[in-house]
């Protein structure tokens, strides 16, 4: 069995910035162990499989380690390789997903993917996680991840995390963050727990991010900037229990899948 598999740059203007996902498009579903093996395989934060469903397509996303319930980047990188490689032609694309239906739009030469905001509240983190970063936060706060606000973007650029402690702790993983002084938000998002020390621009972290610093800053339409090696800029607007996030895609490898047997 041969598949088609691509690698695309989500979150930025041109390859090898943002965040690198790849991309393989079923007919029908394998096992998910087969899923699983596929991912590992990559070695990418995120690999996105989709099948055909009845408006649109069925999507899910894998880890090195394990399947989550929600990815930006490889959305993005889903979408970007429905509408430029694979023939989709209407504005939009419908995905069923483990988070609910997701819409992507194509608008102004970037993709618009509508998701469900998450929420945060304030918590006493385990023991691990303030040694994990090495630094005193302002905040702490949990909703899927931890949200750890620190006092500036040069905190959160200099920290140099103990990753064996974060992997310890109960959440997914920890979203970094501070206020930007060209855009109104930076942040830094680790998932040692899932393999990914660092994730370079993570879509479904700013379903989290988003909503604080709507409320923090008293307004809807955001710019954030990820503070990655690699880097990344997310365009975010919250609408009420949704978060619209955009940003744009590049395709930077395209190739085929050999399975045993093939």
Not at 18 to 41: K, M, R, T, Y
Not at 113 to 130: H, K, N, R
Request: glycine share 8%; aromatic share 8%.
């Amino acid at each position: 069995m041969k598949l088609k598999i691509f690698q695309v740059d989500a979150f930025a203007s041109a390859v090898f910035e943002g965040n690198p996902a790849a991309v393989v498009p079923l007919e029908a579903w394998l096992s998910d162990g087969l899923l699983q093996a596929i991912a590992a395989e990559n070695n990418l934060s995120e690999t996105a499989f989709f099948v055909p469903a009845d408006d649109g397509f069925r999507l899910r996303w894998f880890t090195p380690r394990a399947e989550v319930d929600l990815c930006g980047h490889a959305t993005l990188a889903a979408a970007h390789v429905l509408f430029e490689h694979l023939g989709w032609s209407a504005p939009q694309l419908r995905f069923a997903s483990n988070s609910g239906p997701l819409v992507v739009r194509q608008a102004d030469g970037l993709l618009a993917m509508d998701f469900p905001a998450v929420a945060s509240v304030p918590v006493v983190a385990q023991a691990d996680l303030e040694p994990g970063l090495g630094v005193l936060p302002e905040t702490i706060l949990a909703g899927t991840d931890y949200l750890v606000v620190l006092d500036s973007a040069d905190t959160v650029a200099g920290l140099r995390p103990d990753f064996a402690r974060l992997a310890r702790l109960d959440r997914r993983g920890v979203i970094v963050t501070a206020p930007g002084s060209d855009d109104d938000f930076v942040s830094r998002c680790f998932y040692p727990a899932l393999d990914v020390n660092e994730d370079p621009v993570t879509g479904s972290a700013h379903c989290q991010l988003a909503p604080y610093w709507a409320e923090r800053l008293g307004k809807t339409r955001l710019a954030a900037r990820q503070l990655s090696r690699r880097s990344g800029q997310v365009d975010c607007e919250l609408q009420g229990e949704r978060v619209v996030l955009r940003g744009q895609a590049v395709t930077y490898l395209e190739g085929m899948i050999r399975l045993p047997g093939a």
